[in-house]
């Protein structure tokens, strides 16, 4: 004779029918919002940064400005002496070159790290690469901004010169590298944000397993008792 309902072990009983359904629909583990936005911020900004092409600017004898970014590398296609009147001399065209490739990189992964920490995933593999994303993007974006503020110190030190010292000069910075500083902020914060949920889901797992662990052996020595 089969036993009665209850007195059937409650471990053999099925899962509720909703179960499943509950369990498809939870939001996934590595998701992070507010990371996913503030990087949205960034990429906004980064995106804004690019399309304007004043960094920085340098005017000589009151003419028009010889406005430095972006854009100008855009300009000069590969050309290195594409424009023979600009102050920067190879080596700070390539490191323009190198900003402006940071620039474009940084894009890419902050729009990486953005959709990935707003969808999220349940695929272990892909569980810190949303993080990882966030911080090479940060470092992307800060190494842009530096080799910006490397190359307008330059060109400043330059006009300082002796074939420069009767020549009206002025140097500043230009609103693309404002935005930029902008995007920065927001890069960094949201590699903050990403790095902080990380390290709390991972103590929160440790923790799990701790309890997990205590309960199977109080089970098994239950177990041996019997």
């Known amino acids: 004779r089969s036993p009665p309902l209850s007195e059937t072990p409650l471990s053999g009983n099925p899962a509720p029918a909703g179960a499943g359904m509950e369990s498809g629909l939870s939001v996934p583990h590595n998701r992070n919002l507010p990371a996913a936005v503030t ?9 804004t940064a690019v399309a304007d092409p004043n960094w920085f600017q340098v005017s000589l004898n009151g003419t028009s400005s010889q406005i430095y970014g972006v854009a100008y590398v855009v300009r000069l296609q590969g050309n290195l002496t594409a424009d023979p009147n600009t102050v920067l001399n190879y080596e700070g065209i390539s490191l323009l ?3 402006a490739t940071c620039s474009y990189i940084g894009i890419l992964t902050a729009f990486g790290a953005f959709i990935l920490s707003f969808l999220g995933s349940r695929h272990p593999l892909l569980f810190n690469l949303p993080t990882t994303l966030h911080f090479i993007t940060a470092i992307l974006n800060v190494g842009s901004l530096g080799l910006c503020c490397y190359l307008f110190f330059q060109v400043k030190t330059k006009l300082r010169k002796k074939e420069f010292e009767k020549t009206p000069m002025k140097t500043t910075m ?4 404002f935005i930029a500083v902008f995007g920065v902020m927001f890069s960094v914060t949201a590699a903050a944000l ?17 309890e997990e662990e205590s309960t199977l052996v109080a089970h098994e020595q239950c177990e041996n008792n019997d």
Request: glycine share 6%.
């Open 39 to 47: 990087q949205c911020f960034s990429v906004v900004a980064l995106c």
């Open 97 to 99: 070159i190198v900003m």
């Open 174 to 177: 230009g609103e693309s590298f």
């Open 194 to 210: 990403s790095l902080h949920k990380s390290l709390l889901k991972d103590t929160t797992l440790r923790g799990n397993r701790t």
